[in-house]
Every structure is written in structure tokens, then in C-alpha cells.
């Protein structure tokens, strides 16, 4: 059998949310599959480190596709051309796209459907696309994976897609996220946030992740709490928006907050094991992986009670309502002031986080790829 893999979105150096889950998926297929031949098919010169085992083959075809113009010309011209030469027997896509003009079976990972709720946050040309293409890229696609329940009912609500064609995966999560030792979590803590405990926010500062919220339910938390705790921003501030900036100028406890930039897993991994509590509070999640390897480091999590997080977190996360500072500071007040709860919500985030592996969601990916076969 011959699969191919649409592995553009694995980057050296920057893998994000789809990024890893094309990483982990591709490393356990290759892997638990020997007798597989897939072809990664790359948009730019690709890492050795990405070719996971011997019988995965990778091609690099142009042009590399970052922008919609780009998108149309890679999946609709490109991709067929290689896909004609190749004769695989299926087609995955862990990013969501399809190839509209080929006739070979293909599973879309459609993640979530963000662009659609939302399509404000993302400049004209992209929304444009999107929306215009995704019903199409669903509607072409042999099967569809998701990472939720919520977004495979989302999708057959939007997109008039039948529930029994989409198969439900879930994310994974690395293995790298482990409770850290006390002295590790003091080291961390000295040299992130000046030896305090700290709510931690790990994610692009983009408007859906309700940065600006947060900023003002740390603010009120201070006011009643004192300067007992710093507030660590992890991500890119690619989506800086005025909002935020406004926030941001008019807290009284801003020299509380700290803005690190992009982390390696490393510093990651141990940011989070160290933090007092993953705050994670968004407007709008497919799944929100944040949550669970906070969950994974036995670090307590405060998330919203929207769209997918009361599923991902399964109980074992205080929710808060995402539109409401003065809920989500309640909720980290309440935290920051019960040792019994901080001690419970560890363990149940442990035995949460538990339930997810990439060896799981590896699984069912596969199935959904037979099931399209």
C-alpha cells in the first residue's frame, strides 16, 4: 500500500498546532506500518529529522503555499501533478485541505472551524478563502477527521456534512510533559517570573484566544489577591491588536505580567510544569491542547465553558465564561485561595490527561483512513 501525506506545515523549528499533530501522527504511521510506503509531500526543502523511518519517502514540490493564491496553485496544480506520477492509494491532509480535481480517495484533518465563527480575525484574502473552499474541501473529502465532538457537530451544523462520514481523533499530547520536582519548579520559577507562582497563557496572541479578558481578570485578580502572582505570556505577538495594547497600557498591575515570545519545547515544558496554573481561557477552540499537557504536568487549569474545552477537560478544570473578566478572575481567586482544590484539580487533570496519547489518535486516524479506503 502507498499513502501519500500532505506534510507542508511541518517546519523545522516551527511547528505549531497542526504542525505537531502532523509530526506525531506521521512519526507513529511510519512506525507502527512497515510494510506502508507513504511520501511526504513538502512545499520547501524539508528536515531529515521529519523522515522518521525507511519505508517514508519525501518530495518537495512548489510553490511554497503560504498565501490563498499560493494554496490554489500547490493543491490544485502541484499536488495532482506529483499525485499522477506517485499513484498512491489515498491522500491524507492533517491540515484540512483537499485537492478538488483529483479522484483518489483523501481524508482532511478538519480541525475547527474558527475562520467561519470568526472570520473578522483573519485578514480579507484568507477568510475569503477559506470559507469559499472548505465546504468544497468537506464535501471532497472521502472521510473527515476531527479533534472534538464539538467540532464534528459544529461541521455537520455548518458545513451540512454527515455526522457518519466524520470520525472523531482527538489530539495527543507530548510526552516531554511531566510534573516537574520542587527544585525544578523554583529554578523555573527564578528565572521566568522572579521566583513567584504564576498563571500561565501558552498559545498565538490572537484575538480568539480572549488575551485581552485575561489581562483584565488578572488585573482584578491583583486587586484583591496583591502582587502575590505574575501572569506569563508564551507566544508570538503575531496578532497584536489594539485591544490588546489598550488592555495591556491600562492595567494598574502590568509590570506583573510577563511576554516571553515563542519557546523551544524545552523551555516549554518546563514553563508549564513550573506554572501555579494553566489559564486558558479562549472564545473559541477546536481542542486546545494547552490544556491537557497542563493537565499532563499536574498543573491545575482554568478554561472556558465554550465550545470544546468543557469536553477536552472533562471535569477536571474549573470553567469560566470567556466574555467575563470578572467570572474568569472569581474562578483564578477561588484557585489561588483553596490548597484542597489546587491539590484535587492536580490529580484529576493527571488522570484526564491520561486519556490522551498520540498513539491513540494515531489509531483512529488510521481507521479513518481505512474507512475511506
Known amino acids: 500500500m502507498k499513502i501519500a501525506i500532505n506534510t507542508r506545515l511541518m517546519i523545522s523549528g516551527k511547528l505549531d498546532g497542526i504542525g505537531w499533530f502532523t509530526y506525531h501522527t506521521t512519526r507513529h504511521l511510519s512506525t507502527k506500518y512497515p510494510e506502508v510506503e507513504f511520501i511526504f509531500i513538502f512545499d520547501r526543502p524539508w528536515n531529515q529529522e521529519f523522515i522518521h523511518n525507511e519505508n517514508v519517502k519525501a518530495v518537495s514540490i512548489g510553490p511554497p503555499a503560504r498565501h490563498p493564491f499560493l494554496y490554489y496553485l500547490w493543491y490544485e496544480h502541484s499536488i495532482p501533478r506529483l499525485i499522477r506520477q506517485i499513484k498512491p492509494d489515498l491522500l491524507v491532509h492533517p491540515d484540512g485541505f483537499a485537492c478538488l480535481g483529483l479522484d483518489i480517495p483523501q481524508v482532511s484533518v478538519i480541525h475547527d472551524l474558527n475562520f467561519e465563527h470568526f472570520p473578522a480575525d483573519l485578514p480579507f484574502m484568507y477568510r ?28 455537520v451544523n455548518t458545513y451540512g456534512v454527515s455526522g457518519s462520514k466524520i470520525d472523531v481523533v482527538y489530539n495527543g499530547v507530548n510526552e516531554v510533559y511531566q510534573p516537574l520536582d520542587i527544585n525544578s519548579i523554583d529554578e523555573t520559577r527564578k528565572s521566568i517570573s522572579e521566583g513567584k507562582p504564576y498563571f500561565l497563557f501558552v498559545g498565538s496572541l490572537h484575538p480568539r484566544k480572549n488575551i485581552a479578558k485575561m489581562l483584565r481578570a488578572f488585573d482584578l485578580f491583583c486587586d484583591h489577591h496583591g502582587n502575590t502572582h505574575k501572569f506569563v505570556i508564551v507566544g508570538e505577538k503575531k496578532w497584536w491588536t489594539q485591544e490588546i495594547r489598550i488592555t495591556y497600557e491600562q492595567m494598574k498591575h502590568s509590570s506583573e505580567v510577563i511576554f516571553t515570545g515563542r519557546m523551544s519545547i524545552d523551555e516549554l515544558k518546563n514553563a508549564c510544569g513550573a506554572a501555579f496554573c494553566m489559564l486558558y481561557v479562549s472564545v473559541f477552540e477546536g481542542f486546545g491542547v494547552p490544556i491537557i499537557e497542563a493537565m499532563r504536568c499536574g498543573v491545575p487549569v482554568i478554561t472556558s465553558n465554550t465550545t470544546s474545552m468543557p469536553e477536552v477537560s472533562g471535569g477536571a478544570a474549573l470553567l469560566a465564561d470567556p466574555a467575563d473578566a470578572d467570572d474568569i478572575c472569581e474562578k483564578m481567586l477561588e484557585l489561588a485561595g483553596d490548597n484542597d482544590l489546587q491539590e484535587s484539580m492536580k490529580q484529576k487533570g493527571i488522570a484526564r490527561a491520561g486519556e490522551f496519547s498520540w498513539e491513540r489518535t494515531t489509531g483512529l486516524l488510521w481507521d479513518s483512513m481505512m474507512k475511506a479506503l
Request: hydrophobic letters at 30%.
Open 128 to 155: 475569503w478563502y477559506y470559507r469559499k473552499y472548505f465546504p468544497k474541501f468537506a464535501s471532497k473529502s472521502k472521510r473527515i477527521a476531527t479533534v472534538s465532538e464539538y467540532s464534528k457537530q459544529d461541521m
